[in-house]
């Protein structure tokens, strides 16, 4: 088997409604699906966490697609390896960063490797469950209005979702928290920053603890180690690491400093679904509870954040919505939620595929990159 070709598929999915966070709103995900065709006519699919501007991180689509096609894919043609998940890995880390453009190439290449083993990704990856529980990612509303972000917060909890988590900045934080707390005394609760406070910040934060949250994430900036476990010493609340954690050791490095108690996994922000893997097998052993973040992906991430949330230390609800949180019409056959779960694919690779006529009316743009890395 090798893969013949990468075929990246740019597409635009409107959003059902804007999603606001501390470092923008998003009205329309630009999203970049990688496609991987084998010499054997499989087709393997993966979806690109970046979004078109560099506000969550420092990567963007239009970066993405550069380092692919000038970096990523030439690695993978200079190289023996035999295409074994974790010789792509290997290759693909001898570029420094882009985790998010890696874990698209790679994915894509794991979809083809495990369809024509005829493997679950669930299965591969070692998921233990076959539904999980799930979270909604409730945005800053746009009028930033208590009554807006209640309306929302009201559609979420009559649709079943096991867990709230609403954005957070500052000027937008006691007052909501405790709005929608008041409201539903007893739905799990989670704020997340985005990196927008600072140390300075770290009374206003605490304030929070009255409210019974399940954590606070990434309140302070990337970097910041020490900062957030100044703040750990100081609120009650557990402190949980999102954009810090770009590895297994910084993970381990979060949970040994004590500037988190708590990780939140997103494979593209790691570089590759092995790397989630290890950091939830790192934490599990340190008996550290982790949860699946979610980049609005369309079905093609989420079927594959789902086989890596039944995992068995994802105690946490994620951020793995179903499709109609995100948009009218999903790429895939939408993923439904039931009794607050969604089912974990169990079919070859990541278990769905794009549906051709729906990919073709999203799409803005596509390359094709020929290649064989001769395995
Ligand atoms: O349900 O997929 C979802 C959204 C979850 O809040 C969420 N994602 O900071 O974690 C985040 C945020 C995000 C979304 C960040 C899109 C960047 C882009």
């Not at 570089?271 to 893997?277: I, K």
Request: glycine share 8%; proline share 6%; hydrophobic share 45%.
């Amino acid at each position: 088997m090798s893969i013949e070709m990468f075929r990246l598929h740019l597409i635009n999915m409107p959003l059902v409604r804007p999603f606001r966070t501390s470092f923008g709103t998003e009205l329309v995900r630009e999203v970049l699906i990688v496609e991987a065709i084998s010499s054997g006519g499989t087709s393997g699919w993966a979806e690109c966490a970046a979004s078109s501007w560099p506000g969550y991180s420092s990567e963007y689509t239009a970066g993405v697609i550069d380092v692919m096609t000038d970096h990523l894919i030439p690695a993978l043609r200079e190289t023996t390896m035999a295409a074994e998940p974790e010789e792509v890995r290997a290759a693909l880390d001898v570029i420094r960063g882009h985790p998010m453009a890696k874990t698209a190439i790679a994915t894509s290449m794991l979809d083809v490797w495990l369809r024509e083993r005829g493997q679950s990704m669930a299965s591969f990856l070692g998921s233990t469950r076959t539904e999980v529980d799930c979270g909604v990612s409730v945005g800053i509303p746009t009028t930033e209005t208590l009554s807006e972000l209640l309306d929302e917060v009201g559609i979420y909890v009559d649709a079943g979702y096991r867990r709230i988590k609403l954005k957070i900045e500052p000027g937008w934080d006691v007052e909501p928290v405790a709005a929608v707390r008041a409201r539903w005394p007893e739905m799990p609760l989670q704020v997340d920053a985005n990196q927008a406070y600072t140390r300075a910040d770290a009374a206003q934060l605490a304030k929070l603890d009255e409210f019974d949250l399940l954590l606070i994430e990434q309140p302070l900036p990337e970097e910041d180690w020490l900062g957030h476990r100044l703040l750990a010493e100081v609120c009650t609340t557990p402190i949980c690491m999102d954009e810090s954690i770009l590895s297994v050791a910084s993970a381990e490095s979060a949970l040994e400093f004590g500037s988190a108690t708590i990780i939140n996994i997103k494979p593209g922000r790691v570089g590759s679904y092995l790397t989630a893997r290890d950091i939830h097998d790192m934490c599990m052993a340190r008996n550290s509870p982790v949860w699946c973040g979610g980049m609005l992906e369309t079905g093609v991430g989420r079927a594959a954040n789902l086989a890596l949330a039944a995992l068995p230390n994802f105690t946490l609800p994620g951020d793995t919505s179903a499709s109609n949180r995100y948009y009218a019409v999903d790429i895939t056959e939408p993923f439904v939620l039931q009794d607050g779960r969604l089912p974990v694919p169990q079919g070859p690779g990541i278990g769905v595929e794009p549906v051709p006529e729906l990919l073709a009316d999203f799409r803005i743009w596509r390359r094709d990159i020929a290649i064989s890395t001769g395995f």
